[in-house]
């Protein structure tokens, strides 16, 4: 960790630290490009992107957690949850606003609630988010029986948010990952907030030490984590044109590899927004190319995990 | 060079790509779709931890391989953004024709929409969407004739039964069979329903509800549980209860394990689903339409009852 240039030094050196992510991506590309027709048609590769972005999204906030050597296994109950409660208030007949309202607020009493238990009460993240998941999914399942839920037809600026596009080429779900992620990066590489995330992860004593009010910075991430958990289960609301109580499971296991095959450490310490982005489109691309090679599911789940266990081999090799 | 280095163990995944390539079924570089013996179809379950699901894709791809075409198989894991993505994936190759058991009945909307702009014909098998009109045709097993067969069953035996129901009521395949049931029942004046509960369609969704269904009611002597699993869930909280010969299960699926039960005489009967007819009737369709013929909407598979008489045939 390099504090003392704040802007310059930090860009390239960044930036030098995502080659091997870089060439692992670009590589997978060429050989499926090879492999499978037409899949590096700009259509098809847009469509990685919208993909991928619920999990990318989620990937984000499991990144901030993650840096400070935390985990959030409640994010896939948190997304149908912010799905139910949204669909449920605007079929009660809320205005639009007020109803995104209700979703985040949700959400960000969970976030708030992780940090207060990790950060005041030392409970294990593992451990409190867990249980929180399984509230969460509780909760999800107390409307409407558990059934899914329709969005209102007229909610046509809800229902874009997943399935819309701009100028009829770029769908503005993963304009929405875009901006998400600038803001995200800018945050954590370019404030002293997300200086104190890493100092955090380094060494919890020492940032205390040096005057770092971590309980603050603590409870903040898992506040940013579930809020951006709140903007992933809007647009996966909006995909399924409604809430579907059990959906979400699972995600934070695609969000937690999504930001380890992008270099994040789960001891805490290590880890990037844009690692954590091409982390998730390089799990996105294994996705569509071994589905477009007509590769059996069975053998995917394979390749899948041998991704990810190369990941963290790399990570650890990296550390020695 | 360092970056090479780091990359190394990346080596394996890259390796275990090529093996997919070359793993057999995979015939590389066919991708005209249009003509026939080269063409891509696909199917995408919401679960394949169900045999049911697996006979159903055996019974499709019999089909499309003796016409000497490709099925891809997917499993979406009961994750409707995973059957979402599968779905584009194979939706950007042009396929012939996909074959759908969705995730989540009304969430499917989006994909149905996509494959309608690419004009690719969409076959849903064994349960409903909420849309049938974006779709070419649905093959379902006639579910309300189940309920209905389950319930004529009980009447021969016990016309004045008092009857509870262990509901999957999220599904709607099983809502039919409950609103067959209660058709069936009319026919029976002497007939009671005296409580419906959520059984899970599970073997351990359905033990604890009938443990507590008997306790609450001691006049209980029949139970219509919408599945297989949870009647063999109901018949082992009969027997825990001592109250086994006294309570007539009736059920639908026809599965080997319900068959065993049946031969025994522990569940009384089980209205048989064909889920590998299904299969070949949605592949039949789907071959009907790409030669010009039309095809119904709706399309309904019987079902047979299963009884003690003929449980051995079930057993095969």
């Known amino acids: 960790m390099n504090a003392t240039h704040p ?41 990685i992107a919208q993909q991928n972005c619920v999990y990318a999204i989620l990937a984000f906030g499991m990144t901030l957690v993650i840096l400070i050597g935390g985990i959030d296994l409640s994010v896939g109950a948190l997304v149908a949850l912010v799905g139910t409660v949204t669909t449920f208030t605007l079929v009660q007949g809320w205005a639009a606003p007020l109803a995104l309202l209700s979703g985040f607020l949700v959400a960000a009493s969970f976030g708030l609630f992780h940090g207060l238990a990790i950060a005041k009460g030392r409970m294990p993240a593992f451990i409190a988010t867990l249980a929180s998941m399984m509230v969460a999914r509780g909760l999800a399942f107390g ?63 020492a940032a205390e030490f040096s005057g770092v009010r971590v309980q603050r910075r603590e409870i903040a991430s898992y506040l940013g984590a579930a809020i951006l958990t709140a903007f992933a289960g809007l647009v996966h609301a909006s995909q399924l044109y409604g809430a579907e109580p059990a959906s979400g499971q699972g995600f934070e296991l695609n969000a937690i590899a999504a930001a380890v095959v992008g270099g994040a450490s789960l001891k805490g310490g290590r880890g990037s927004m844009t690692g954590t982005l091409f982390g998730a489109i390089i799990i996105g691309i294994l996705d569509k190319g071994l589905n477009q090679a007509h590769v059996h599911f069975s053998l995917q789940y394979i390749i899948k995990g041998s991704v990810i266990l190369a990941s963290v081999w790399l990570d650890t090799r990296r550390r020695d | 060079m360092p970056t090479l280095r780091r990359l190394a163990p990346l080596l394996p995944c890259l390796l275990a790509c090529f093996v997919g390539a070359c793993s057999p079924g995979k015939d590389a570089a066919a991708p005209s779709n249009s003509s026939p013996g080269s063409r891509l179809f696909a199917v995408s379950f919401m679960t394949f931890n169900n045999p049911f699901f697996v006979d159903l894709n055996e019974g499709i791809k019999a089909v499309v391989e003796a016409r000497g075409d490709r099925l891809v198989t997917l499993d979406s894991q009961n994750n409707s953004l995973k059957q979402r993505n599968d779905l584009s994936d194979i939706l950007q190759q042009n396929p012939a024709a996909v074959f759908l058991n969705p995730v989540n009945w009304e969430g499917i909307r989006g994909t149905l929409l996509e494959a309608k702009r690419k004009k690719v014909p969409v076959i849903v098998v064994d349960t409903d969407v909420s849309d049938p009109d974006l779709v070419l045709c649905q093959v379902i097993s006639d579910n309300l004739g189940a309920g209905r067969l389950a319930a004529e069953a009980l009447g021969q035996v016990k016309p004045d039964a008092k009857i509870a129901i262990l509901h999957l ?44 269904l008997l306790g609450r009611y001691p006049e209980l002597d029949a139970v219509f549980p919408i599945n297989d699993p949870s009647a063999i869930g109901a018949y082992s909280a009969i027997e825990a209860a001592g109250r086994t010969g006294q309570v007539t299960i009736v059920t639908v699926d026809g599965s080997r394990e319900a068959a065993v039960y049946i031969r025994d005489g522990k569940i009384h009967s089980s209205s048989a689903q064909f889920p590998k007819e299904i299969g070949r009737v949605a592949a039949g369709k789907a071959y009907d339409h790409l030669e010009g013929k039309s095809v119904e909407k709706d399309i309904r598979i019987p079902v047979k009852l299963v009884t003690r008489e003929n449980a051995a045939e079930f057993l095969q």
């Open chain 1, 143 to 205: 409307f409407n029986s558990g059934r899914p839920m329709s969005l209102p037809d007229e909610q046509t600026a809800i229902l874009a948010l997943g399935n819309g596009r701009v100028a009829g080429f770029l769908p503005i779900p993963v304009i929405i990952m875009l901006a998400l992620y600038g803001i995200m990066a800018a945050l954590l590489h370019f404030t002293v907030f997300g200086r104190h995330l890493y100092a955090i992860g380094n060494s919890r004593a």
């Open chain 2, 169 to 212: 009521s999220t599904a709607k395949s099983c809502i039919d069979r409950v609103t067959g049931f209660r058709e069936g029942m009319a026919k029976f004046p002497g007939m009671t329903l005296l409580d419906t509960q959520e059984g899970k369609g599970s073997i351990e969704g359905g033990r604890p509800v009938m443990r507590d």
């Open chain 1, 7 to 47: 802007l310059l030094s930090r860009l390239p050196g960044g930036l030098r630290a995502q080659i091997p992510i870089l060439s692992a991506m670009v590589g997978l590309l060429l050989l499926f490009g090879i492999w499978v027709p037409n899949f590096l048609a700009p259509e098809n590769l847009i469509d």
